[in-house]
Structure formats: structure tokens, C-alpha cells
């Protein structure tokens, strides 16, 4: 017979909105509960945003390396892939443990198990090599996160997701990778400067069918400048083993032939594992169903992040946010949630990113669109970019509305461009500013 727990309010999954949920509730006086079936921490630091930027950190420093080759750096850089992967490992291989460390030091109680729901307030946790533990909860936050989708074709099991080219021990010369989308470009932006002759199978007819079209396309430039080869419209319709290496069969006909094939077709949620129904929440295949107050269709059940099925970017930030709103909820200060203007990176080689109102369809909408090219600008020109550019969406007011930027910088970029969508902020605000100069911030001024 299964142990029976009570507390105030029980977390499924223990990433970065888990967390931080559970730590607001404790430090409130909630008797909490989280729930992790996998790795504490979740994905963004063991699998997916800090380990694969670790490697995009050695891709960046070849990069300004070779753009200033014969013109002040002289010798070849290149990158030693089973070095940088045990660089990467020394941070990801104590993220879980120090996790639950963390737990143990703020005396917050968890359990490592598979939990599914077995009532609108109760789930059973399943253990390994424990028995079962039956938790019964006030409040539920259900913050289970994504995985890679799988793919059907015939010998699609011999793909690997992202979590297993992010631990690959060697780079094989030839890389396939199924996708359009952040992690496709991301990984095949890492292989090829490693390099790996990648190519990229895409589905649609275009990459980012998010992101502004034009500013695409100059990526997409860049990805072939980087000797990245790109199909559209393609299906891998068969894979097989062939000795040592994989042999993809096309919806053209054509055969390809790679030491690896990563999957990086999208991502589903986890709640298929949760037994919602037993709660009486619903959900769909796009995730959880959540109202402005992020309850589920059970007013008991919340759900945060990449699981729940809300207009925003499933982006680690967004899932920290929503869970300190879900904290505010259950504490008794309820209101619909506002999200501020979220920034969106594409952490490949250049880097894209966007924030604020869509600059490819600004201009219908009775905004100003200013198309920029920045390569030659200073920012650009002293590490010796070979491509940057802007677009930014002007309202009739004269605030920045909205950007799409493509560039080496436009991490740092975006979040300057961020604040000035949620401060409204004018040119005339802007050139009120002091910023240090030359810098990425002192060319703010100019984008209006």
C-alpha cells in the first residue's frame, strides 16, 4: 500500500518555472511538493539553453577569429569537439545533483518519480526501486516542459534527438538534421563550424516561418556562406543502417548519407504522461488548456511553460514568469496575466531575433518600417561581420513597436530594443540616454 502525503500545493517538474514556483510558495509559508521524473533543473541547463550556448561560445570565438583573418589575426582557428564537449559536460554533469541540493538546503520536500493523476487533488508518484507515494495537494502546477517529437518514417529510430547530439562524443564528418525551426539552425550552425558538412531537411518551403520573411532570407544567405546545404519541401521517407554510417532515402528520390540523422522536428508537451483526464483537466495536442489565470478547466490545476497552451513564445523566461504569476494566484492575488514584449533568439551563426509587432506585416498595419543594413556600422565593421541587419516597426506616436535583427550582437541587441517596446519609448526618450560609446547601445538612436 502506497505512503499518502498532504501538502498545500504539489509541482510537477522540476525545471526552471518547477522551481521557482516552489521556492516563492516555500518562502511563503506553503507546504510544498516537487515532482521530477528526470533531471532536477530540467532542460534549459542540462539539455538545452546552457549547454548548447557553451558550445555556440566556442563556434563565436572561431567566428571573430576568421572574419578577421588578413586584416590583423593571422592562423587558422579551429574547434576540438571532444574538448569543448567535456568543457560543456563540467557544467551540465552537477546541475541535477546541485539541484536537489538545493531542495535538501531549503527544506523543501520532492520526490524523483512519474506522477499521474488519480482525482481533481491527488496523483500517485511511481519510484524506482521505492514504493509509490500518493500525494494529495490543495494546488497543483503542472510545469512538465516539452520533448522532441518523434518522427514515423520507416527507421526513424535511428534519428537522435537534441538531448544526444548535445552529449555526441565525436562529430561525424557528415551531419543530416530533419528540420526548420531554433534547434535545426542552432545545431547545424555548431556542426558546420566544428566542421561537419551538414545539410538541413526542411518539410515547409521556408526556415523560422515565425520570423520576418526578408530577414530570413539574409540568414538563410548566411547559412549557405557557411557552407550549410538546405532542402525544402522534403520528407526523409526511409533510413537504414549501412555499416557504420545511416543512408536516408527522400521524398525526391535522392540518398543521403550521414554518420548521424538528428530529429529536430518540433516539440510536444509531457502531459500525455500525467493522467489529466483522472483530474478533469482538459487538454490538447498543442498542451494543457489554461484561462488568463493560467487555470486549467480544473480551478485547482494550474499549468506554466512550454505545457501550456497560451499565446506566448515557449521560451525558458516566459515559463519563470508565469510561475511567479501562478505563486501570486494560489497566495490570493488573483488577476489575469499581462506579458510584457517578449524577445525571441535564434542562437545560430549570425544570430536572429525579434520582439514586439511582426516587421514583416508592420507596414500594413500603419506602422513605419526602417529597413537597415548595419554591416557597415561600426558595431559590425571592427570584428568584421559580414552581415548585419534591422528592421524595426515605428507607431504613428513615433515608439518603437516592434524589431527583427540579424547580427553577431543581436542577443544584446533585442533586449535593449525590449525595453524600449515596453517603455514606449520615443527617439526623443532615447537620445535622452547615455550610453557607453561605441557600443551596441549607442546605435539605438539610429533605428527610428
Not at 504522461?273 to 494550474?302: C, K, M, P, W
Not at 535564434?346 to 544570430?351: H, I, N, R
Not at 543581436?410 to 540616454?433: P, R
Request: with cysteine; charged share 20%; net charge negative.
Amino acid at each position: 500500500m502506497s505512503e499518502t502525503k498532504q501538502y498545500d500545493v504539489a509541482i510537477i517538474g522540476a525545471g526552471p518555472a518547477g522551481l521557482a514556483a516552489a521556492h516563492e510558495l516555500h518562502d511563503a509559508g506553503k507546504q510544498v511538493v516537487i515532482i521530477e521524473k528526470y533531471l532536477w533543473g530540467g532542460t534549459c541547463p542540462n539539455y538545452g539553453c546552457d549547454p548548447k550556448k557553451i558550445l555556440l561560445g566556442a563556434v563565436e570565438a572561431k567566428e571573430y577569429a576568421d572574419f578577421l583573418t588578413g586584416t590583423g589575426i593571422d592562423g587558422k582557428v579551429t574547434i576540438n569537439w571532444a574538448d569543448l564537449m567535456a568543457r560543456k559536460n563540467q557544467y551540465t554533469d552537477g546541475i541535477s545533483q546541485g539541484t536537489e541540493q538545493s531542495l535538501v538546503t531549503s527544506g523543501i520536500d520532492y520526490l524523483a518519480g512519474q506522477a499521474a493523476f488519480i482525482d481533481e487533488h491527488t496523483a500517485l508518484v511511481s519510484q524506482d526501486n521505492q514504493d509509490d507515494v500518493q500525494v494529495t495537494a490543495t494546488d497543483w502546477i503542472v510545469a512538465v516542459g516539452q520533448r522532441p517529437a518523434e518522427l514515423t518514417f520507416p527507421g526513424a529510430e535511428l534519428t537522435i534527438d537534441s538531448e544526444q547530439f548535445l552529449d555526441l562524443s565525436s562529430l561525424p564528418d557528415e551531419v543530416v538534421i530533419v528540420g526548420g525551426g531554433f534547434v535545426a539552425i542552432e545545431f547545424a550552425t555548431i556542426a558546420a563550424a566544428a566542421g561537419a558538412n551538414v545539410t538541413l531537411l526542411v518539410h515547409s518551403d521556408q526556415l523560422l516561418r515565425s520570423f520576418d520573411d526578408e530577414m530570413v532570407d539574409s540568414l538563410m544567405d548566411q547559412l549557405d556562406d557557411r557552407g550549410i546545404h538546405m532542402y525544402f519541401d522534403t520528407e526523409v521517407t526511409e533510413l537504414k543502417a549501412v555499416d557504420d554510417e545511416f543512408e536516408a532515402t527522400l521524398s525526391f528520390g535522392n540518398t543521403l548519407t550521414a554518420g548521424v540523422v538528428v530529429r529536430a522536428a518540433g516539440r510536444v508537451g509531457n502531459h500525455d504522461t500525467l493522467a489529466l483526464d483522472q483530474a478533469q483537466v482538459q487538454f490538447s495536442d498543442e498542451g494543457i488548456l489554461v484561462d488568463r489565470h493560467l487555470r486549467t478547466s480544473n480551478a485547482h490545476v494550474y499549468a506554466v511553460g512550454d505545457v501550456a497552451y497560451s499565446p506566448v513564445p515557449k521560451i525558458t523566461p516566459v515559463a519563470s514568469y508565469e510561475a511567479h504569476h501562478v505563486v501570486q494566484e494560489i497566495l490570493g492575488n488573483s488577476q489575469p496575466i499581462t506579458y510584457p514584449a517578449i524577445p525571441v533568439v535564434v542562437y545560430g551563426t549570425p544570430k536572429l531575433a525579434k520582439v514586439g509587432v511582426a516587421t514583416d506585416t508592420a507596414a500594413q498595419n500603419s506602422y513605419t518600417v526602417n529597413d537597415i543594413d548595419m554591416t557597415s556600422w561600426y558595431t559590425a565593421y571592427r570584428q568584421g561581420e559580414p552581415a548585419s541587419r534591422i528592421r524595426v516597426a515605428i507607431d504613428q506616436a513615433g515608439r518603437l513597436a516592434g524589431a527583427t535583427v540579424m547580427s553577431s550582437h543581436a542577443d544584446e541587441l533585442i533586449n535593449y530594443l525590449t525595453t524600449a517596446i515596453n517603455q514606449g519609448l520615443t527617439k526623443e526618450a532615447v537620445t535622452q540616454q547615455l550610453f557607453a560609446y561605441p557600443s551596441v547601445a549607442s546605435d539605438l538612436s539610429y533605428f527610428f
